[in-house]
């Protein structure tokens, strides 16, 4: 089953390309069609296919790679689909515009309010801690395996997530609720954000 993007921005396309490396294939979406991906379609090779918001939002693993303050009109964009037992992986940050500002969350972690916006998904942060430069190189280093993070409230899908991140190559380690360890995650003010790890192979 091919994996969903929603962004196809910095975190979007170093996801992409490292999906696509790992043989995955790979529905990538932006605001603008899929016409305006072409070129990045043609740079990646045939394991990405540009596609609508609804397209990619229709897989079964969905990514979510847009700025906090665009989350609503994507997630309306996808045309709410039936997002009942889906995937949705959480890259984004909750930094408003500009992006020096940090939105009120009410108390709750960043992905808990992303959570309501996708009612029924079991909804995985994960690949919000890191720059696109390092997502987007090879995971597995000489010195060992970049270290990913990953939070949720649905075992199951924190599982999914960790082997497709572990078929890519990097080493994910799961911090279990997002009300945990989303708070470790959640940048600004968690302790992750930017560690640049590596795990012995
Ligand atoms: N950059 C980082 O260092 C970094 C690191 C970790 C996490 N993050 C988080 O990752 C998320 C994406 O960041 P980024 O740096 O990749 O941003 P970016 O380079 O500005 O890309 C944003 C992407 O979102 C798309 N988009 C915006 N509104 C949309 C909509 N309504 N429907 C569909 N697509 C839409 C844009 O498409 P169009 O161009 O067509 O509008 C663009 O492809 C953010 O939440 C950010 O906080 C960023």
Redo the contacts with the bound molecule.
Sequence with gaps: MPIGI?????????LAGRFVAAGEEVVI?????PR?LWGLASSLGTGLKPGT?GEAASEEVVV?????R?????????GAPDWQERIVID?????GSP?TEVADLGGRTSSEVVSDLVPGARLVKA???????V?GADPRTPAGRRVIFLSGNHASANERVARLAARVGWAPIDLGSLAGGGRLQQ?PGGCL?MLPLLMEP
């Design positions: 929603i962004g196809s921005g910095a975190i979007g396309q170093a979406s932006n605001s603008r069609g305006s918001v979510l790679a847009v700025p906090w665009r989350l609503h009109e994507a997630v309306s964009a996808a890259t984004t940050n909750p930094l992006d690949f919000n801690t890191l720059t696109p430069a997502l940048l954000p």
